[in-house]
């Protein structure tokens, strides 16, 4: 399982392109493969069927197999499906640079005191991640920073949120507003959230 880091492959390091380069067959989303399957490697599509990929993982164990993950695949990625169905033997796990690395070291901000959490596909708990004076959230198209702000609003109050969008990118944008600021909608997205009192 290789991180291939926030998009542009300028941030692979040499590690997952050794990795990526010396495999037989390679496995990811649509886009992952558009921009690293260009030699006729077999490939096969990560999508919704996740016990599928399981099950044909499996049953290709002996193959030279490299899952690509957005970031680092352990951040809110499939790393975690993975690393809970194959033991630390069967799974060679290569890092990335996480989306949130590549934010916080945009627009300088130490990571020592950050809090991380996701939306993919839950619900979060908007209660307690706003506990905490800085945060770090890989959203989806439905918790995004809209609904960020929403939240914030409805309980009254005052963050600074920092929207990195199509980083590492040509077309990355990163901005940094007040909760009234935020606009409904944003491309492929990160936010930090900062109680800055």
């Given at each position: 399982?290789?991180?291939?880091?926030p998009?542009?492959?300028?941030?692979?390091?040499p590690?997952?392109?050794?990795?990526i380069?010396?495999?037989?067959?390679?496995?990811?989303g649509?886009?992952?493969l558009?921009?690293?399957?260009?030699?006729?490697?077999?490939?096969?599509?990560?999508?919704?069927?996740?016990?599928g990929?399981?099950?044909w993982?499996?049953s290709n164990?002996q193959?030279?197999?490299?899952?690509?993950?957005s970031?680092?695949p352990?951040?809110?990625g499939?790393g975690?499906?993975l690393?809970a169905?194959?033991?630390?033997?069967?799974?060679?796990?290569?890092?990335?640079?996480?989306?949130?690395?590549y934010?916080?070291?945009?627009?300088?901000?130490?990571?020592?005191?950050?809090?991380?959490?996701?939306?993919h596909?839950?619900?979060?708990?908007f209660d307690w991640?706003?506990?905490h004076d800085?945060?770090?959230m890989?959203t989806?198209?439905?918790?995004g920073?809209?609904?960020?702000?929403?939240?914030l609003?409805?309980?009254?109050?005052?963050?600074?949120?920092?929207?990195?969008?199509n980083?590492?990118?040509?077309?990355?944008?990163i901005?940094?507003?007040?909760v009234d600021?935020?606009?409904?909608?944003y491309?492929?997205?990160?936010v930090?959230?900062?109680?800055?009192?």
């Amino acid at each position: 399982m290789v991180g291939i880091g926030p998009g542009d492959t300028k941030h692979l390091t040499p590690s997952a392109r050794q990795a990526i380069d010396q495999a037989e067959v390679l496995v990811g989303g649509r886009r992952h493969l558009a921009t690293f399957s260009g030699d006729g490697r077999e490939t096969r599509v990560l999508d919704a069927d996740l016990l599928g990929l399981l099950e044909w993982l499996d049953s290709n164990i002996q193959r030279a197999i490299v899952v690509l993950a957005s970031g680092d695949p352990l951040l809110f990625g499939i790393g975690k499906l993975l690393a809970a169905n194959f033991s630390a033997d069967q799974l060679h796990i290569v890092p990335g640079i996480s989306a949130i690395q590549y934010l916080c070291a945009s627009v300088a901000l130490d990571m020592n005191d950050l809090f991380l959490t996701s939306s993919h596909g839950r619900e979060p708990d908007f209660d307690w991640i706003f506990q905490h004076d800085k945060v770090a959230m890989v959203t989806d198209a439905i918790i995004g920073p809209r609904a960020i702000a929403d939240a914030l609003q409805q309980r009254g109050l005052v963050r600074s949120l920092i929207i990195g969008e199509n980083l590492s990118q040509p077309n990355e944008r990163i901005h940094r507003l007040s909760v009234d600021q935020v606009a409904a909608r944003y491309d492929m997205n990160v936010v930090v959230i900062l109680n800055e009192r």
